[in-house]
């Protein structure tokens, strides 16, 4: 039952994303694992398309709001007005309160406004005038960014960095696959013609079938190897939290579940040790430019020294 789910909606989307099939095996991962993903390529690669196709496949709420220089906190979480009829304030709700939200180009914000989703990321919910409100259930927020070195653009916060289970690249297509996109893009635009293929209450089942996912000890001694081998790298200021682990298990339950298993095996701890664990490590010298390509290295490295277990 549950694996007829997860083909479900891999299919639908792969009917619209060409040649895609680990970018879109990595979000639905992701979502599964109901954590947040960020896709950090260059404009025009099929970013904002990932999200669009994962949302229409979905029977839940969407929402997309485009990052720029003037956005204030309060247009992400919402916040208080003042009815001077009932001479009450009422809090109205922000665009974080749906299912599915893009985030798009984050980094053309200010770090303030962009950690004004820490909460919502982190808790699922909202705090304003001492008050808690949850968000919707299930909630992903898929952020894009362009490259750092682009012009107008700001490095995101390693605390807002933390809270995205996955950072991973699109890239181009093949050959094949962009002749694909351009007929199919010829008369219409494909994502706008896809269909919902689960509900609400599916996606909760699976995500909950993540969690039943068996993982011995020697899984969880392997993951820990890894940890603590980014903690004692002295090419590293700061190696994996906690908190990374924590999600890093959460992942690997996951991944074994989309290749239908109910056990955690060595190669999902490897399949997702880079995507999972680069953007969590900071690095004790390099420039921002160089950053990426050196934490994904590290992480690589330090995972071919950790021993797998037999």
């Known amino acids: 039952m549950v694996q007829d789910l997860i083909h479900r909606l891999e299919n639908n989307m792969a009917s619209v994303i060409f040649g895609k099939k680990d970018v879109i095996r990595k979000c639905l991962i992701t979502f599964f694992a109901g954590e ?36 204030i906190p309060a247009d992400i979480t919402g916040g208080s007005v003042y009815n001077s009829r009932t001479e009450e304030f009422h809090f109205i709700p922000g665009a974080v309160f749906t299912n599915i939200l893009l985030a798009d180009e984050i980094n053309r914000t200010t770090p303030r406004t962009q950690s004004a989703m820490l909460e919502a990321m982190s808790e699922r919910q909202i705090s304003a005038d001492g008050k808690t409100y949850p ?10 960014e362009n490259p750092v070195e682009f012009e107008g653009t700001y490095p995101l916060p390693e605390s807002q960095l933390d809270r995205f289970l996955m950072r991973i690249s699109v890239g181009y297509p093949d050959r094949q696959s962009e002749l694909e996109i351009l007929k199919a893009h010829q008369k219409s635009q494909p994502v706008e013609h896809l269909q919902p293929v ?3 209450e599916q996606v909760l089942m699976v995500q909950k079938a993540v969690r039943e996912v068996r993982i011995e000890d020697e899984i969880h001694h392997y993951i820990l190897d890894i940890l603590e081998a980014t903690r004692n790298c002295s090419e590293l200021l700061a190696g994996v939290s906690t908190r990374g682990g924590i999600v890093f298990t959460r992942a690997v339950q996951a991944a074994a579940l989309m290749d239908g298993r109910d056990f955690v095996i060595p190669d999902d701890v490897k399949e997702l040790a880079v995507p999972v664990l680069a953007h969590r490590v900071i690095l004790e010298t390099g420039g921002i430019g160089s950053t990426r390509q050196m934490t994904e290295g590290l992480i690589e490295q330090l ?8």
């Open 36 to 71: 947040h993903l960020l896709l950090e390529d260059f404009p025009g690669i099929g970013k904002t398309l990932i999200s669009q196709a994962l949302a229409k496949s979905l029977a839940v709420t969407f929402r997309r709001i485009q990052f720029t220089p003037d956005l």
């Open 135 to 144: 968000l919707p259930q299930p909630f992903m927020v898929i952020a894009t």
């Open 198 to 200: 689960l509900n609400t």
């Open 303 to 310: 995972l071919a020294s950790v021993a797998v277990p037999g």
